[in-house]
C-alpha cells in the first residue's frame, strides 16, 4: 500500500530523518514509535506530501509523491499533531467546508456529518466555536476531519493527546474498527497504546528505524529476561538472597525496599521457562508469609527503552 | 477551480465572522468620508476626484491590514498543515484567499456608492469618470492584495506582514512622486513603475490597457511570488 525507500530529511544541517525505509501492508495499523524529536511527525509529514523528502520516495498505490500529490492527497486523511484547525470556526462549518473540499456534496454531506458526529461523539459542540472546546473535543473534530472522506489510508498524528481515559478507550476502538478494513498510521509516545492498538509498530530514533516488528514479536526477542516481584513478611534479605539465587532459572535478586517488616525484593529469572513455581516451592519451606507475588509483563517499555537509550 | 470557490467561501465568510471586518469598513468609511467632504464643498465642484485621488494611499494602508492574516495565522495556528494536505494545491489556496481578500476591498468599497449618488443630487456628475474610477480602485485593490498576501506567506507573524505589505504599496504608491530628484533620463520609466501614476489615469475616465495590463501583473507578480513562497516554504 505504501512503500518507503530511502527516505531523508535535513532541516537546513539538521538530519531529523535519515534514509528510512519500510512498507505498510493494506489492513494494518502501523504505530510509529520514538522519543521526543526521533523524527516521527516528520515522517508522517512527508507521507502526506506536506513536507518534500531531501532524498528518496515515498508512494503510496501506484503514485508517487513527487508526482501524484493531489491523488494520493484524496485517500488520505491526516489529524496532524494538536489538531491546529481555525479558531474562530464552528465546529459544524468546519466540517462542513472540509466536506466541500472533499468534493461530498448536497444531501450527502449531512448525513456524512451527522454518521461522523456521532462516532466522535461531537453532537454536543457542532455550533460552538472552535477556538473555545476543550483539547478533547478539538482532537475529536480533527479526528472526524480526518475521516470525512472514508480515507483509505488514515494517518494521525499522536491521536489521543489531551484526551481523557474514556476518550482514549473510544478512540482506540474507533482506530481498531476502522483498521480492520482501512490502513492506519499513527504515532505515539504511549507504549501501552501502541501495544493496545498497533499490529505492527516502527521504532525510531534520531531519525534511523531500530526496530520493525509486530508487538509480540518485538516482546519474545527483546532482553530475554522475565521479572518476578516478591513481597515477604518475616524474613531477612541475606537469607532471602541465598534461597532463591539458589533456585533454577533465576538469575538475580535485588532488593527494593524494606518497611514495616515487609521485604520487597525483584527476581530476575531466564524467560524461555516460568520459574515461579519452584520459587513458590522453596518458599514453601521457610516459614515467611507471601504479601505479593507476581510476574512483571515484558513491556514494550522495557524494549523501547533498551533501542532507544542514549550512548 | 472547485477548490477556489470553496476556499474562497470560506476565507469571505471568515472575515465577517470577526469583528475585524467591521472594525476596518468604519476606518475606511470614516477617512475617507472625512477627508472627501472637508475639500468638497470649499471646491464647489461635482465631481469625486478628491476621493479616488487619496485611494491610493489609504488603501496601501488598510489592504496589507486586510490580507496579513491570510497566511500567517494559518502557519501560527498550524491549520496551514491540515489546509494543504488536504486535496487542494497550492495555487488553489492562493487564488480562493486572492478573490476573499478582493471580494471584501469590493464590499469596503460597496457603502461608499453613497458618495457618487448624494453628489448627483448636489450637481452635475459626470458619471464617466466615477466608473472609471470605481474600476481603478478595484484593479488597485487587486494589485495590493496579491502584493498583501505575499507579504503575509512570508512570516507567521501578522504585524511584520502587515509592515511588509504596507511597504511595498506604499513604495509602489509614492514612488511616481519622488522623481524630481532623478535625471530626466530615467523619469519615464520610474514613473511607469508608480501605481499613483496609472491609477490617475484611470480615475479621470481613461481607461487604457497599458494601465489595466500594469494592474494585472503586478497582482500576477504578487500571487506568482505568494505561490513561490509557499512551496519553498516545505
Given amino acids: ?311 | 477551480m472547485q477548490q477556489v470557490i470553496h476556499i474562497f467561501k470560506k476565507e469571505f465568510s471568515t472575515y465577517f465572522i470577526s469583528p475585524i471586518a467591521y472594525i476596518v469598513i468604519s476606518i475606511f468609511l470614516l477617512v475617507t468620508g472625512w477627508f472627501f467632504f472637508t475639500t468638497f464643498f470649499l471646491n464647489d465642484q461635482a465631481n469625486l476626484r478628491y476621493f479616488f485621488n487619496m485611494q491610493p494611499i489609504i488603501l496601501s494602508f488598510i489592504i496589507p491590514a486586510v490580507t496579513m492574516k491570510l497566511f500567517s495565522e494559518e502557519m501560527n495556528i498550524g491549520s496551514y498543515e491540515t489546509l494543504l494536505t488536504l486535496p487542494v494545491t497550492s495555487l488553489d489556496v492562493v487564488l480562493g484567499k486572492f478573490f476573499a481578500a478582493l471580494a471584501f476591498c469590493a464590499a469596503m468599497l460597496l457603502p461608499t456608492l453613497a458618495y457618487p449618488i448624494s453628489v448627483s443630487f448636489l450637481g452635475d456628475l459626470d458619471f464617466g469618470p466615477v466608473i472609471g474610477g470605481y474600476t481603478g480602485v478595484i484593479l488597485l485593490g487587486g494589485a495590493f492584495s496579491a502584493i498583501g498576501l505575499f507579504a503575509s506567506s512570508l512570516t507567521r507573524n501578522q504585524i511584520i506582514a502587515f509592515i511588509i505589505g504596507m511597504a511595498i504599496c506604499f513604495s509602489l504608491t509614492m514612488i511616481d512622486k519622488m522623481l524630481f530628484f532623478l535625471p530626466s533620463s530615467l523619469l519615464g520609466f520610474f514613473s511607469y513603475l508608480g501605481a499613483g501614476y496609472h491609477f490617475q489615469n484611470i480615475s479621470k475616465g481613461i481607461i487604457d490597457t497599458r494601465d489595466i495590463l500594469y494592474f494585472v501583473s503586478i497582482s500576477f507578480i504578487g500571487l506568482y511570488a505568494a505561490n513561490l513562497s509557499l512551496k519553498v516554504k516545505n
Avoid at chain 1, 139 to 147: C, F
Avoid at chain 1, 229 to 255: C, F, P, Q
Avoid at chain 1, 296 to 303: D, G, R, T, V
Wanted: net charge negative; glycine share 8%; hydrophobic share 35%.
Fill in chain 1, 1 to 311: 500500500m505504501i512503500h518507503v525507500e530511502n527516505l531523508t530529511k535535513y532541516y537546513n544541517t539538521l538530519c531529523a530523518v535519515d534514509q528510512i525505509n519500510f512498507d505498510i501492508h493494506k489492513g494494518e495499523i502501523l504505530g510509529l514509535l520514538g522519543p521526543n524529536g526521533a523524527g516521527k511527525t516528520t515522517t508522517l509529514r512527508m507521507l502526506t506530501g506536506f513536507l518534500k523528502p531531501t532524498t528518496g520516495s515515498v508512494r503510496v498505490k501506484n503514485f508517487s509523491i513527487d508526482q501524484n500529490a493531489l491523488e494520493i492527497k484524496k485517500i488520505l486523511g491526516y489529524l496532524p499533531e494538536s489538531a491546529p484547525l481555525y479558531h474562530d470556526m464552528l465546529a459544524f462549518d468546519y466540517l462542513n467546508y472540509i466536506a466541500s473540499i472533499r468534493g461530498i456534496d448536497g444531501s450527502k454531506k449531512l448525513e456524512r456529518i451527522r454518521e461522523l458526529s456521532d462516532i466522535c461523539g461531537l453532537s454536543s459542540i457542532m455550533h460552538q466555536p472552535i477556538g473555545e472546546l476543550s483539547k478533547g473535543y478539538k482532537q475529536r473534530v480533527g479526528l472526524a476531519h480526518a475521516m470525512m472522506n472514508d480515507p483509505e489510508i488514515l494517518v494521525l498524528d499522536e491521536p489521543t493527546s489531551g484526551l481523557d481515559p474514556n476518550q482514549i478507550v473510544e478512540i482506540r476502538e474507533i482506530i481498531r474498527k476502522i483498521g480492520k478494513e482501512k490502513t492506519v498510521i499513527l504515532s505515539t509516545h504511549i507504549l501501552s497504546e501502541a501495544e493496545a492498538t498497533c499490529d505492527r509498530v516502527v521504532i525510531i530514533n534520531k531519525g534511523k528505524i531500530v526496530a520493525d516488528d509486530s508487538t509480540e514479536t518485538l516482546k519474545q526477542s527483546a532482553g530475554g529476561q522475565a521479572v518476578v516481584n516478591l513481597s515477604l513478611e518475616n524474613a531477612g534479605y541475606d537469607i532471602v538472597e541465598k534461597e532463591i539465587t539458589d533456585v533454577e532459572g533465576v538469575t538475580g535478586v535485588t532488593k527494593i525496599d524494606e518497611t514495616n517488616g515487609i521485604l520487597k525484593v525483584k527476581i530476575f529469572c531466564k524467560n524461555d521457562n516460568d520459574c515461579r513455581g519452584k520459587i513458590y516451592n522453596r518458599i514453601k519451606r521457610t516459614d515467611w508469609v507471601i504479601m505479593e507475588f507476581y510476574q512483571e509483563a515484558q513491556s514494550l517499555e522495557n524494549i523501547f527503552r533498551e533501542l532507544t537509550k542514549e550512548n
